[in-house]
């Protein structure tokens, strides 16, 4: 069973940085896409940054370049997302999810796109 769990949320100050986890369990990272996605209250579900671990491509939403990165552990079976310069407007649940890399990553694939979800984990940027 398919299963992932993100870790690393916290409350953070302004010009803070958090590095969020995603550990995958019942299969391996290798050929899939994974997505971080973000929900602030009463905003929509917001594709942050993805990669394919096929081929290295990834993809950065405009608010998330030149502050965040994803990277991934392969030993560990899990990606990260280091955030850094964080913002008030960084203030979400993130998630991070898996769908099967069929192609060169060239923008952003909508959520709907993924079938394999983590729970969330909060991220608060506050003084």
């Known amino acids: 069973q398919q299963q992932l769990v993100e870790s690393g949320g916290g409350l953070v100050q302004p010009g803070g940085s958090l590095r969020l986890s995603c550990e995958a369990s019942?299969?391996?990272?290798?050929?899939?896409?994974i997505g971080w996605f973000r929900q602030a209250p009463g905003k929509e579900l917001e594709a942050v940054s993805e990669i394919c671990n096929s081929d290295g491509s990834a993809s950065y939403a405009d608010s998330a370049k030149g502050r965040f990165t994803i990277s991934r552990d392969t030993a560990k079976n899990t990606m990260y997302l280091q955030m850094n310069s964080l913002k008030p407007e960084d203030t979400a649940v993130y998630y991070c999810?898996?769908?099967?890399?069929?192609?060169?990553?060239?923008?952003?694939?909508?959520?709907?796109?993924?079938?394999?979800w983590g729970r969330g984990t909060q991220v608060t940027v506050s003084s």
């Open positions: 019942g299969f391996t990272l290798d050929y899939y896409v």
């Open positions: 999810a898996a769908v099967a890399c069929v192609g060169r990553i060239v923008s952003m694939i909508g959520p709907s796109a993924f079938p394999y």
